[in-house]
Each structure stands twice: as structure tokens, then as C-alpha cells.
């Protein structure tokens, strides 16, 4: 019987240690309910967030394009406004998101880690501020709601992927 007690707390523990520490958390939506679904899930498999095209008009954000690693998401949203395209250094990632919205999304910040202020859009409506849950993690990808513009906006983070140390 004690050898059965001992092989169970040997599995155990050998499971506990198994365990991988949490690091996935999503902040958002921030919007409104209009739109068709998007998610850049699986973008996030291309690699690391390198580049970000943002369609801007007067009032709203009106399209979002990403790229992970050197391979670019599917464009969603709309086709008027002004398109803005911002490339990201070597290793540097997001880590903190914050902005404005109403029915649609109206203004993103996108700050990185190493001190830049991504700024687009109208500084009008009810503010967000979203950041990591985890230490140590950075945004791996978006999703939302998007039409004729950006609806609303869901942030996804998670740690830098260790096989892309190189970006």
C-alpha cells in the first residue's frame, strides 16, 4: 500500500512540474456590436507583430492590415480614408494598447517597449487603456468587428515567440 501512496505522489508531482505557467490574456472588445467577426489567431503562427497598415478617415479607424513576421493578415475593414503603414524595429513588440471609441473605433495608441507612441485616429469618445495581464508578455495578435470600418477591437497577448528572436 505505501508503495501505491508513493508512486501516486511521484506522478503527481512529476505532472505539477509538467505545468507550463499562464501567459495568454485578451483584453477588449472595445466598440461596437456592427460588423463581421475577425481574428488574426492564426497570423500569430507567421511570427511576431512587424508591421501595422491602419486605414484612418476624419472620424474612424476604417481598416487594419498586420504583419506577422514577413507575411501580411487579410486587410479588413473599409476603403475610404487615408492608409498609414508603421514598421516596427528589430525585437520590438507592443505591449500596452489604448485608445477611443463610440459605435466604431475612432483613435489607437500603440505603445512598444521601446518607448514609441503609434498614434491614429480621432481623439474623441470613451477611452481605453488595455495592457498584458502576465509580465513579460506582448500583443501576438487582434481581433474584432469590422464593416465599413473597424467596429470594435479584441487585443490577445502572450509571450514573444522564442523561435523568432531575430525579427
Known amino acids: ?15 505539477a512540474s ?8 485578451f483584453n477588449g472588445e472595445y466598440g461596437g456590436g456592427g460588423g463581421e467577426r475577425f481574428s488574426h489567431s492564426g497570423n500569430q ?9 491602419i486605414r484612418v478617415s476624419k472620424y474612424y479607424i476604417i481598416g487594419l492590415q ?11 475593414g473599409g476603403t475610404q480614408g487615408d492608409l498609414e ?4 524595429y528589430a525585437g520590438e ?3 500596452q494598447v489604448s485608445g477611443k471609441y463610440d459605435s466604431y473605433l475612432r483613435k489607437l495608441v500603440l505603445v512598444t517597449d521601446k518607448f514609441r507612441f503609434l498614434s491614429f485616429g480621432k481623439d474623441t469618445g470613451t477611452s481605453f487603456n488595455a495592457v498584458p495581464l502576465y509580465p513579460n508578455t506582448v ?8 464593416g465599413s470600418r473597424i467596429d ?8 514573444y515567440p522564442s523561435d523568432y528572436e531575430n525579427y
Open 45 to 53: 503562427l507567421d511570427g511576431p507583430i512587424t508591421a501595422i497598415r
Open 85 to 88: 503603414e508603421i514598421f516596427l
Open 93 to 95: 513588440s507592443v505591449v
Open 18 to 25: 509538467a505545468i507550463q505557467a499562464r501567459a495568454a490574456s
Open 139 to 146: 500583443l501576438r495578435f487582434f481581433s474584432g468587428r469590422a
Open 152 to 159: 470594435a477591437i479584441g487585443l490577445h497577448w502572450d509571450y
Open 66 to 76: 498586420v504583419r506577422y513576421g514577413k507575411v501580411w493578415s487579410n486587410y479588413v
Open 1 to 15: 500500500m505505501l508503495t501505491v501512496v508513493l508512486l501516486a505522489l511521484l506522478c503527481a508531482s512529476a505532472s
